[in-house]
């Protein structure tokens, strides 16, 4: 008998005994299932982070969207210190894309114009006018600044925004 020709609570029923990653492949099969399975709550996904999967995918939580994201959707200081793996205030963390949304009350975002993010050890400026993710400089000291390295002085060059492709590898 096929996995989907048996009852729904037997598909419930395996599903709660599969570890968080299995559950959460088991989820992405098909529509069926992804609707029928809740999501996995904010506690379980950061117990995940603790497993050989997560490691080895270096994979981790977001607080807001409640998805495991690779580290590279992170700023570098969300996934140092306390904000690590299992530390003590892992549970704060939150990816730049949520970093970058206003917050839940009609707020500001956390990451308002002019905000400096260090992402996979590049520094980055929110910049004041385009609101864009912009590459910073750095003087001849080697210090972060808020100087833009770009020739032409506008914002539509080398935006992070646009196009992530290439960060992302």
Not at 114 to 125: D, L, S
């Amino acid at each position: 008998m096929p996995f989907l020709g048996l009852p729904p609570e037997l598909h419930i029923a395996i599903a709660e005994v599969l570890p968080i990653p299995d559950y959460l492949q088991l989820r992405l099969t098909c529509a069926y299932l992804y609707d029928s399975l809740s999501p996995p709550t904010h506690r379980q996904l950061v117990d995940a982070e603790a497993t050989d999967w997560a490691r080895h995918h270096n994979v981790f939580t977001c607080r807001y969207c409640l998805r495991l994201r690779p580290a590279v959707y992170f700023a570098d200081r969300m996934l140092q210190h306390r904000r690590s793996r299992a530390a003590r205030d892992c549970h704060k963390r939150f990816c730049i894309d949520c970093g970058l949304m206003p917050r839940e009350d009609g707020g500001t975002a956390r990451y308002g114009p002019g905000a400096q993010v260090t992402i996979n050890e590049q520094f980055f400026v929110l910049c004041l006018s385009c609101h864009r993710f912009l590459p910073g400089a750095r003087d001849r000291h080697g210090r972060n600044t808020l100087e833009y390295p770009l020739p032409t002085g506008g914002c539509n060059n080398r935006v992070l925004g646009e196009d992530r492709s290439s960060f992302y590898e």
